[in-house]
């Protein structure tokens, strides 16, 4: 069965330090990943999606930037955190345009930028 | 535009029905979903509806699609209160690997 890895599961880090979330996924190959925010009080906000590797596709400009190294592994990286950085982050995978079982979501990063 | 609209929040007494609505933008979108997420927790695909349906009953959970107006609903029967959460619609956009979602509704279900 598929699964879907998302880590660590929260974060405290200083303005101005690095960033690194990780998500991999096991049980199937070349998924659509993808990287959400969802903000305090509001709904999810596409940050990122990946069709492949190499492959990364930038949905809103921002201070953050993503990976794909492998088939299966998805990064989500900052050089300097904001405050603005703040909020809880879900990676997803999908089956492909035409998949019909949606989106399997990890269990998300709570960051919180101080 | 892309913009999925639904209502910030309902609440139920335990026991009554709740309906979730949700109005989309994309009228050729092939297929919409309903997410919950619990507390601290990521996502959660409850069920899904197929463009050319009007109705898809699962257990509790009754969809209502409405494609003239482009507003989904969704029902929960004998709403417990384990039903505590928010829930999101989605939609995809044809042709793409994106799905938009609502802002979500958190459901409050009262003992």
């Known amino acids: 069965s598929q699964t879907i890895h998302q880590w660590p599961a929260t974060l405290v880090q200083p303005v101005g330090s690095p960033l690194s979330l990780e998500c991999t996924v096991e049980?199937?190959?070349?998924?659509?990943l993808y990287w959400y925010r969802q903000a305090a009080g509001r709904g999810l906000q596409l940050l990122f999606y990946s069709v492949g590797i190499g492959q990364i596709s930038s949905e809103v400009p921002q201070n953050l930037s993503a990976s794909r190294p492998q088939d299966r592994q998805f990064i989500l990286s900052s050089k300097k955190l904001l405050l603005s950085d703040s909020g809880f982050y879900l990676c997803?995978?999908?089956?492909?345009?035409?998949?019909?079982?949606?989106?399997?979501f990890g269990s998300g990063t709570r960051l919180t930028v101080v | 535009g892309e913009d999925v609209e639904q209502s910030l929040f309902l609440s139920v007494r335990e026991g009554d029905s709740s309906v979730i609505n949700c109005t989309y933008t994309d009228s050729s979108s092939t297929y919409l979903y309903w997410y919950k997420q619990e507390p601290g927790a990521g996502l959660q695909l409850l069920t899904y509806?197929?463009?050319?349906?009007d109705m898809k009953q699962d257990q509790r959970l009754t969809v209502l699609l409405n494609k003239k107006d482009k507003h989904l609903s969704l029902r929960i029967a004998d709403t417990q209160t384990g039903d505590s959460a928010i829930y999101f619609c989605a939609e995809t956009l044809s042709g793409t690997y994106k799905y938009i979602f609502g802002t979500g509704t958190r459901l409050k279900v009262l003992a």
């Open positions: 509806i197929f463009s050319n349906m």
């Open positions: 997803a995978w999908k089956g492909g345009a035409g998949s019909v079982y949606g989106y399997t």
């Open positions: 049980g199937t190959s070349n998924p659509n």
